[in-house]
């Protein structure tokens, strides 16, 4: 949920319940303006580009402790180690990354990448800048499927050799790939989803932490998998697991990732350390380079970032 969508939806509590609205209407904004001036506290936090690597894995919107709920089942997380992102939302992580400090560095990097916000870039930047999500999208999922971003991934280091490959994976972010019952309301064709996107679910309590967290874990199994097969045909003995940012629950009244929210569960994401070798264990599939029905717009709001 936004900053915007919660002030309208406490707005309309405030008429509903009695409770003297323009109080709460005023305490609502004081506190999330607040908190958003805050936030200016994190950007100074160095970006990717500012630490070694020579292989960067970025899963979307990946916590912390889910990461390391689970990481003793993949034997590549056994270096474990956690950073501040500068940012606790995926297009201010894609503005504060690439910018014209990095250009020397952009421009032997092969960027695979699965979120939508990269439309804001320019390939003219970049060794490679693969827009996986442009030609396949997923309309059943809502989302971008991990193994086309494993194949590009793997295309792209055989084919270019670059200094730097990035590889943006749109996992864990919902929705949920394993757990596809609890989602968007963009889905089409499912009758069993709740009203509202999954933060919002949470937040209204239509579902339980318990039922989110559980989908969340599932989703980071889900594209941790394909990180497997990915280090098996890579080359790269500087190779960094993190995220982009991570994800609120409940913590401070916050849910999901709204922008500008100075959160340590948005902004202190993994930095998992390991290495890979290409062992020629998968060939990768070609895909179609083509635009898919779907315009950005209706990428982000499947996704959930409509109004963000």
Known sequence: MTFDDWVGSTRRRARTDGV????REAAAELYWGGLRRLDRLWTVAPTVYERDWAVLIVLDGCRYDLMAEIADEYAFLDAPGRIASPASQSREWIAQTFTADHRAAMAGTAYVSANPYTDALSPADFLLLDEVWRSVWDDELGTVPARPVTDRA???????????LLVHYMQPHFPSVPDPAIESPYRRGDPGWQPGHVWSQLEAGAVTRERVWRAYRENLRYVLDEVALLLENVDGTRVA???DHGNAVGEWGAYGHPPRMPLPS???VPWYETMAIDRGTHEPAQYTD??????????LRELGYLGE
């Open 290 to 299: 083509r635009e898919t029905d779907l315009a950005v717009t209706e990428k």
């Open 266 to 268: 948005l902004h202190l």
């Open 20 to 23: 003297r609205p323009a109080l």
């Open 154 to 164: 793997i295309d792209a280091a055989r084919r270019h050799d670059p200094d730097r």
């Open 241 to 243: 697991i993190t995220a």
